[in-house]
C-alpha cells in the first residue's frame, strides 16, 4: 500500500502536466458581431467549455460588457473557457474558428437579398482582417445574404473551399424539424430533415430524404399538409421578423453554428446540410449553395451527393441560378 502510495506522488506531477498540457491546447473560437446571433452563439460555445471565446464588435463597451456578463456565469456553468470582448481585431489572432455575424438584420417586408450591399462591404472588411490574422481558421458564414456572403469571404481570404462555409441549411432543417413535430405530436429528436439550395425563398426542403425515425415524411402526410409546412419553412426567418418588428431570429441560428461549432471541434463528421462550395456536385460548379456535408475537424472534408428525381433538380437549379444571380449582383 505505501509502495502504491509512492507510484501515485511519483505519477502525480505526470498527470498535472498531461491536464495543463490540454489546458493549454483549448481551441479558440472568435465571433465577429456582438448582436444578438454572435453573442448568442459565443454563450453556446463558453458555456459548453469547448472553447475559449472572442466576441468582437465595432460598437465600443458592447463585446467587452456582454463577455463580462457571461465570464460571470461561468463559474454557474461550471466552464473554464476564458471570455474576452474586443473591438480590436488583434485579439481574434490565431483563431481556430471564425464566425462572421456582423451585419444588418432584416426588417419586416424585407428579403435577405435586400441586404446584399451593405453587408457585403462588411464581410469584405471582416474576410481582410481574418485572413491577416487567422490565416489559418474555418469560418463559418452566418451574415445574409448567407451563400453569397460565404462566396465572398472565400473570395477575399483565398482560403481554401473547405474552410470557408455558411450555416443556412441546418436551420431551415431544424425549422422544418420543428413544425413536423408539432404537426405529427412527436419529439423533435426523432426527425430529420434535409434542405437543399439557397438559404432564401428558394431554398429546397426534400421531403423524401425528411424522416421520423426513419419513415418518409412522405408516407405520414399528405402532399398538400407537406407543401403548407414547406412554405413556412421558406418563409421562417420572415414569419419571426415580422412578429418582432425590430430585429431577427437568434436562438434557432446560434444553436445551428454551435452545431457546426462543435462538430468541427471535436472531429464528429456530422453530415450536416451547410453552404459549401460545389465544384461539379449536382452539376454545379462554381457557386456556394447548400448540400449535405460531412464536417470535421478539416471543415468541409466531403460534399455528399444524393440523387435527386426531375422536379428536386429542377428546384434545385433553380434555387441555384438565384444564388449566381446575386453572386454576379456583387461582381465576384
Known amino acids: 500500500m505505501v509502495y502504491n502510495y509512492f507510484i501515485f506522488c511519483l505519477s502525480l506531477p505526470f498527470f498535472i502536466s498531461i491536464l495543463y498540457n490540454v489546458s493549454a491546447m483549448k481551441k479558440k473560437v472568435s465571433i465577429i458581431g456582438a448582436g444578438n446571433v454572435g453573442a448568442t452563439t459565443a454563450q453556446l460555445v463558453v458555456q459548453s467549455g469547448l472553447a475559449d471565446v472572442v466576441l468582437f464588435d465595432v460598437v465600443e463597451?458592447?463585446?467587452?460588457?456582454?463577455?463580462?456578463?457571461?465570464?460571470?456565469?461561468?463559474?454557474?456553468?461550471?466552464?473554464?473557457?476564458?471570455?474576452?470582448?474586443?473591438?480590436?481585431?488583434?485579439?481574434?489572432?490565431?483563431?481556430?474558428?471564425?464566425?462572421?455575424?456582423?451585419?444588418?438584420?432584416?426588417?419586416?417586408?424585407?428579403?435577405?437579398?435586400?441586404?446584399?450591399?451593405?453587408?457585403?462591404?462588411?464581410?469584405?472588411?471582416?474576410?481582410?482582417?481574418?485572413?491577416?490574422?487567422?490565416?489559418?481558421?474555418?469560418?463559418?458564414?452566418v451574415t445574409n445574404p448567407m451563400d453569397v456572403m460565404a462566396q465572398l469571404a472565400w473570395k477575399t481570404t483565398e482560403f481554401s473551399s473547405k474552410r470557408v462555409m455558411g450555416m443556412g441549411g441546418i436551420l431551415d432543417a431544424s425549422r422544418l424539424a420543428a413544425f413536423l413535430s408539432w404537426e405529427l405530436n412527436v419529439s423533435?429528436?426523432?426527425?430529420?430533415?434535409?434542405?437543399?439550395?439557397?438559404?432564401?425563398?428558394?431554398?429546397?426542403?426534400?421531403?423524401?430524404?425528411?424522416?421520423?425515425?426513419?419513415?418518409?415524411?412522405?408516407?405520414?402526410?399528405?402532399?398538400?399538409?407537406?407543401?403548407?409546412?414547406i412554405e413556412r419553412t421558406r418563409n421562417g426567418g420572415a414569419e419571426i421578423v415580422a412578429l418582432l418588428k425590430v430585429g431577427s431570429a437568434y436562438y434557432a441560428p446560434a444553436a445551428s453554428t454551435f452545431q457546426m461549432i462543435k462538430s468541427i471541434l471535436l472531429d464528429e463528421k456530422r453530415m450536416l446540410p451547410c453552404t459549401?462550395?460545389?465544384?461539379?456536385?449536382?452539376?454545379?460548379?462554381?457557386?456556394?449553395?447548400?448540400?449535405?456535408?460531412?464536417?470535421?475537424?478539416?471543415?468541409?472534408?466531403?460534399?455528399?451527393?444524393?440523387?435527386?428525381?426531375?422536379?428536386?433538380?429542377?428546384?434545385?437549379?433553380?434555387?441555384?441560378?438565384?444564388v449566381r444571380k446575386l453572386i454576379k449582383n456583387l461582381g465576384i
Open 61 to 141: 463597451g458592447m463585446p467587452q460588457g456582454k463577455a463580462l456578463d457571461m465570464a460571470e456565469a461561468c463559474p454557474l456553468w461550471n466552464s473554464s473557457s476564458a471570455m474576452k470582448g474586443t473591438n480590436r481585431y488583434e485579439d481574434t489572432a490565431g483563431s481556430d474558428i471564425i464566425v462572421i455575424t456582423a451585419g444588418l438584420a432584416r426588417k419586416p417586408g424585407m428579403s435577405r437579398s435586400d441586404l446584399l450591399h451593405a453587408n457585403a462591404n462588411i464581410v469584405r472588411g471582416v474576410s481582410t482582417e481574418i485572413a491577416q490574422f487567422s490565416p489559418y481558421s474555418v469560418i463559418i458564414v
Open 188 to 229: 423533435p429528436e426523432d426527425i430529420e430533415a434535409l434542405v437543399l439550395g439557397g438559404h432564401g425563398d428558394d431554398m429546397v426542403p426534400l421531403p423524401r430524404f425528411t424522416t421520423v425515425k426513419g419513415i418518409p415524411l412522405t408516407e405520414l402526410l399528405p402532399k398538400k399538409k407537406i407543401a403548407s409546412l
Open 276 to 322: 459549401a462550395f460545389l465544384n461539379g456536385e449536382y452539376g454545379v460548379k462554381d457557386i456556394y449553395v447548400g448540400a449535405p456535408v460531412i464536417l470535421g475537424k478539416e471543415g468541409v472534408e466531403r460534399i455528399v451527393e444524393i440523387k435527386l428525381t426531375k422536379e428536386e433538380k429542377s428546384q434545385f437549379k433553380k434555387s441555384c441560378e438565384s
